[in-house]
C-alpha cells in the first residue's frame, strides 16, 4: 500500500523537520521506494539532507497563503508515486494549509486513490506544550485521518499542568484517531545534544555518522537514539 505521511505543526522550532528526518531514515532502512518533499517557504531545513534527496516544493504564495498549483503538484507527485512518501510543511503556512485541505477535501482524494494517509503532530515539553497541543487540536477539528503523536522531550517533559499531555481532557477527546505515540526522550545537553546539534547542523543523516570523524562515544550515542526511535516507529505499525 501506498503510504503518505505529512508532518504538521503551527509552531516552529518545536522538532517538526527532526521528525521527518527520523521518518524518512526509518522507511529507507525499511528499504521503501522514497518520496520526500519540504514545502516550507522560509526555512526549508529536511530539503538540506542530500542523502533523502528532498524536494523543496514552496506552496506559499506572497501573502503566506497556499498556492494552489504548487500544492496541486505535490499532491500528484504524492498519488503518483509508489511507495513511501514523506512531506515535511512550514509553521508559517499550517492554518491555511489545514484550511485548504479541509476545503479541497485533499486528503480524501489521496485516500480515494488508495493511499494510506498519516500525519505526524511533534507536541514539546516547556513553555510550547499548550501551543502544540492546541495545533494537535486543530488538526483532528480540520481532518479524519490517522495521526502519530511525536512526544518530543527536548525542552523538558511533555506536559500540561503537572500531567502527562496524554491524560490530558483534549487528548483523550481525539486518543481513538491517534495510531501511535513516538517519545523522543530528554537527554543531557552536553553529550546527546551538542553531538545532534553537529550532526544534524552538517546536514547528514545516520548513515552517513561512520563517514565522519565522529568519536565512538558519540557514535554509540547517535546509535542509542536511532535503535530507539527506530523502535518507537515499529511499535507505531505504520
Same mark, same amino acid.
Not at 510550547?128 to 487540536?137: G, N, P, Q, V
Not at 479524519?144 to 506536559?159: M, P, R, T
Not at 555518522?209 to 530507539?228: C, G, H, I, P, W
Given at each position: ?6 508532518? +504538521?505543526?503551527? !509552531? ?7 521528525? $521527518? ?5 526509518? $522507511?529507507? %532502512? ?7 518533499? %519540504? ?14 534527496? +528532498? #524536494?523543496? =516544493?514552496? =506552496? ?11 500544492? %496541486? ?6 498519488? #503518483? ?5 514523506? =512531506?515535511?510543511?512550514?509553521?508559517? @503556512? ?8 479541509? /476545503?479541497?477535501?485533499?486528503?480524501? $482524494?489521496?485516500?480515494? /486513490? ?20 492546541? $495545533? ?9 485521518? /490517522?495521526? +502519530?503523536?511525536?512526544?518530543?522531550? !527536548? ?10 499531555? @496524554?491524560? @490530558? ?30 550532526l544534524l547542523g552538517n546536514k547528514l543523516t ?21 535503535? #530507539?526511535?527506530? %523502535?518507537?516507529?515499529?511499535? +507505531?505499525?505504520?
Open positions: 500500500m501506498k503510504v503518505c505521511n505529512i508532518i +504538521v505543526m503551527s !509552531k516552529g522550532g518545536v522538532g517538526k523537520s527532526f521528525t $521527518a528526518w527520523v521518518l524518512a531514515q526509518w $522507511a529507507k %532502512d525499511k528499504n521503501h521506494d522514497m518520496y520526500c518533499a %519540504d514545502t516550507d517557504p522560509g526555512n526549508a531545513t529536511f530539503a538540506g539532507y542530500k542523502a533523502l534527496n +528532498v #524536494e523543496h =516544493i514552496d =506552496i506559499a504564495n506572497e501573502e503566506m497563503q497556499i498556492n494552489r498549483s504548487r500544492f %496541486d503538484d505535490l499532491i500528484d507527485n504524492i498519488a #503518483e508515486h509508489e511507495g513511501f512518501s514523506v =512531506i515535511d510543511t512550514g509553521s508559517t @503556512t499550517f492554518f491555511p494549509l489545514m484550511s485548504y485541505i479541509s /476545503e479541497a477535501r485533499t486528503l480524501d $482524494a489521496l485516500k480515494n /486513490e488508495g493511499i494510506r494517509v498519516i500525519l505526524h503532530i511533534p507536541i514539546v515539553g516547556g513553555s510550547a506544550t499548550k501551543e502544540t497541543l492546541a $495545533a494537535f487540536e486543530k488538526v483532528l477539528e480540520s481532518t479524519d485521518v /490517522e495521526v +502519530v503523536v511525536w512526544l518530543n522531550g !527536548k525542552y523538558g517533559a511533555v506536559e500540561l499542568n503537572g500531567k502527562p499531555v @496524554t491524560e @490530558t481532557q483534549l487528548y483523550k477527546k481525539y486518543q481513538s484517531r491517534v495510531l501511535g505515540l513516538v517519545n523522543v526522550k530528554t537527554r543531557a545537553e552536553d553529550t546527546f545534544g551538542e553531538d545532534f546539534s553537529i545516520f548513515a552517513e555518522v561512520d563517514k565522519q570523524r565522529f568519536k565512538l562515544s558519540q557514535r554509540q550515542r547517535f546509535a542509542e537514539v536511532r535503535r #530507539e526511535l527506530y %523502535d518507537e516507529l515499529d511499535a +507505531v505499525g505504520i
